[in-house]
């Protein structure tokens, strides 16, 4: 019998919690502790975990590399908080804002080091798939925030490589956590690469319904609105929207975020204008729609029983916050 | 045959001149580049390729762990550099300096996820014990960094624990370097210990060396004096200086480098007396010579025939500068 969603992260929690570092240097080893409790919806490592139980593999077995994929993600987070100057991260002070950018970079090189002791935990002939697959997926994030610090300093980026960047910079982990979690099962080439494709797609629907809820979310529900906007980020909408606009409304886009003299809300208030003359939410649904759906269909083309499908396939509706 | 020290060098430097990177992001893989042909000794790798051929390895075999520990020392230079707010690598602008703190941090990531590509590339059965020496060894430069950064901020710091420090920071990526050559070669487990034995004496003799020509070195050798002291850092001259002194000397020893009235080589001057009156220097070149003579009488007890023992010997003696 495969875990249900809840069973695995349940499994995964329990493990975390018995993660230890050495105590000293204790400014090393401390925001390690400090970022790995800090919550977060563990995505990666059940993804990794689901994906093995689908063809037939142990969660013990695979639970080094669980760990591994979820150090490794918390790593990118500690790094990026300082890249970013982001001084909130899951509601309480980043490891930047509380130790400082030295101590956030060590701390971090550490974790990523200790992504890979867990790695060599593994038992088995696999180690060396695993660690080419974990290798391509930690470059292309790496990669992935490039393309994003790039981006910030460009006018106008396609829909293209915008789309290129969210495959590395969100995607890639995803899509490498289920080829580890398939490899380590010892699925089937052909299955490997589905896995991939499955995950790929669905990080991309991920990333874009992330980009909308930015412009269309509901306040009500908590979710602060325009925030994307404010900053002058690339998202899917805005380069949608660039790549229709007419030469007045590129102007608005392009320049609302810097102007000192209206509020906030003024700010949010003229870009959605422009998103909404231009129709990019539609245009931003039926993009995720699309991705979504293609990852439910290569889900579908599996060779595994649906009984082991179920679960990945709550794993993607979850994901996407969808019941059905 | 055994190649010469000169003679690795120039393979190794032949297989780096063949590095390539992917072309993009720009501004990821550039540093790389820039880094890993800025000069240096190559010491880890040179290290690490005698001790493959001391134990009767190929150094075509070793050549992907040799590049893997040379990309490693080149990371930890990008981040410390950074922590160091460093301007001058090599006479050359440092990466930091030169594309700014975003671009070091996640260059740098980028080249500690290289090394463990490179590592990858290594052929047969040893791959998982190679990781594992990597990892202890990757981790221990980062505790080293951090007790480094932790002793500036502390007033005093004990001869042992300041040891402990340069054994982390400098030592362990030479005796990793040393165990890894070994371990490919399949030395047995006594040599192994016996090398990272060797390796760690010869790192300490090397970084007392260092921080005795700060104080004492010829600058007709072009060597510039009092960098130390100038930054009030902890060197083994002033921890044993410390640990000798009056009241009254220690206030000069804590407090000389931050005094705003005097010059720079008057600070120098003064802290230079008391390392005098305290006869550290002896002490330093005492301490140089007991952990270099260890090393070489280690060297000797390896269990292997004396031509292949040479070239690890004239690379000791190269490292300290000594002719014989």
Request: aromatic letters at 6%; glycine letters at 6%; a negative charge.
């Amino acid at each position: 019998m495969c875990h249900t969603n809840d069973e695995i992260l349940e499994l995964f929690e329990a493990t975390l919690r018995q993660m230890q570092t050495p105590e000293e240097p204790e400014l090393l080893y401390t925001p390690i502790i400090y970022s790995m409790s800090g919550g977060g919806k563990r995505l990666r490592p059940v993804l990794l975990l689901l994906s093995t139980e689908a063809f037939g593999g142990e969660v013990a077995a695979a639970m080094p590399a669980a760990m591994a994929v979820e150090v490794f993600h918390n790593f990118t987070l500690l790094h990026d908080d300082i890249m970013d100057n982001a001084a909130v991260r899951r509601g309480k002070p980043s490891v930047y804002a509380k130790w400082g950018g030295n101590v956030a970079i060590l701390s971090g090189d550490a974790m990523l080091i200790t992504a890979y002791k867990l790695l060599a935990g593994l038992e088995g002939d696999k180690l060396k798939r695993v660690i080419n697959i974990f290798n391509d997926m930690a470059l292309e994030v790496c990669e992935g925030q490039q393309y994003d610090m790039d981006f910030e300093s460009m006018e106008r980026v396609s829909v293209e490589d915008y789309i290129l960047m969210i495959e590395r910079k969100t995607s890639a982990l995803l899509s490498g956590s289920a080829m580890i979690g398939a490899t380590l099962a010892g699925a089937k080439d052909d299955d490997i690469k589905k896995i991939y494709r499955f995950a790929t797609e669905l990080g991309l629907a991920f990333q874009l319904q992330d980009d909308m809820l930015d412009s269309y979310g509901d306040e009500a529900l908590g979710k602060k609105i325009g925030g994307d906007i404010l900053e002058g980020k690339q998202t899917y909408l805005m380069v949608q929207a660039m790549s229709r606009a007419t030469a007045e409304q590129r102007e608005v886009l392009r320049t609302t975020h810097k102007m000192a003299d209206i509020s906030d809300n003024e700010k949010i208030a003229r870009v959605k204008a422009v998103y909404d003359a231009l129709d990019v939410k539609h245009a931003t649904e039926q993009q995720i729609e699309l991705r979504f759906e293609r990852a439910l269909s290569i889900l579908d083309s599996l060779s595994i029983a649906e009984e082991r499908r179920v679960h990945l396939r709550e794993f993607a509706r979850n994901l996407m916050g969808r019941k059905k």
